[in-house]
């Protein structure tokens, strides 16, 4: 039996992978069969562990190294993956989902790329105290903003709202029409708050990136948007393809950082020369 309890043992209890298996840079679905989509567009991928939720596959995008692993829903079982993960070397997280969206000025179908993430899941609260902000690492912003760029797609870059509830959390209601004290209006603050969408696991990557010196992203398909009404299921290359080029363009910013000898990527340095 492996022991859950020792960091250092190699194989990962959850994960079912060892440091052999895995790129620095990793990607994370919640979906397991969101996998596919991601790994269908890279050079070419290998699935080295599946798990529980917990699919991870590892190959090229552009010839730089990249791996994927789905996280399932919601802070508690994509914590797992990212103190696993982190454990046999990887440096660089991608959250890559879908979302709900607050304003009626974002489409089904944009991308929203979290700048930050208002913790009101459980799960973090559980590393830091509750007043320690969940900031997406400004590296990977840019390198989603560059390659929504490139790729043509309509973006757009703010504070997201992670919640540990799809339904009464996220102001639905529940079963029987079940509603909580106090809700009807989180929407509508979140909308005055300027909080661009709601999804469940970007507060604990964040947040835990953000304590363990860890570099983390979120890039979400907008669904549905809670404004409208309207609803759409089902693309989920946007996201996918704009995390997998992000990767590599990380890949190169990182590249141009240590031929200059600088720590952070900066406005100064250019991809361009790499």
């Known amino acids: 039996m492996k022991n859950s309890e020792d960091p250092s043992d190699d194989e990962q209890y ?37 798990h529980r ?19 399932g ?22 959250r890559v989902g879908s979302c709900g969206a607050l304003s009626a000025d974002v489409a089904v179908g944009d991308l ?10 459980g799960t973090s609260s559980e590393y830091v105290r509750d007043d320690y902000p969940a900031v ?13 760029e490139q ?10 709202l992670s919640t540990d509830s799809f339904y009464p959390g996220q102001d639905r209601m529940g079963f029987n029409e ?23 696991e970007a507060a604990t990557l964040l947040t835990i990136a953000s304590l363990y010196q860890l570099r983390a992203g979120a890039v979400c398909t ?17 996201a996918a393809e704009t995390a997998s080029l992000g990767s590599h363009l990380l890949a190169k910013m990182d590249a141009v950082k240590h031929s200059v000898g600088a720590d952070r990527w900066h406005a100064g340095l250019s991809i361009e020369s790499e």
């Open 53 to 71: 939720e917990f699919r991870t596959a590892t190959g090229t995008y552009q010839e730089t190294p990249i791996s994927v692993t789905s996280t």
């Open 112 to 121: 929203i790329i979290s700048s930050g993430a208002i913790r009101q899941e």
């Open 222 to 238: 907008v669904y549905a948007n809670r404004e409208t009404g309207e609803f759409q299921s089902g693309d989920d290359t946007k």
């Open 151 to 160: 790729l043509g797609y309509d973006y757009h870059v703010g504070m997201t």
């Open 136 to 148: 997406a690492d400004y590296e990977v912003v840019s390198a989603l903003t560059a390659a929504a």
């Open 73 to 94: 829903i919601g802070g508690p079982s994509a914590a797992i993956a990212v103190e696993e993960l982190a454990r046999i070397g990887a440096e660089t997280f991608i």
């Open 14 to 50: 959850h994960l079912e992978i060892t440091a052999d298996d895995i790129a620095e840079t990793v990607l994370l679905p919640g979906n397991p069969g969101r996998v596919e989509t991601i790994t269908e567009m890279w050079d070419q991928s290998t699935v080295r562990g599946d």
């Open 178 to 200: 079940y509603t909580p004290p106090g809700s009807g209006s989180l929407i509508s603050d979140l909308n005055e708050m300027n909080v661009m969408n709601i999804e469940m």
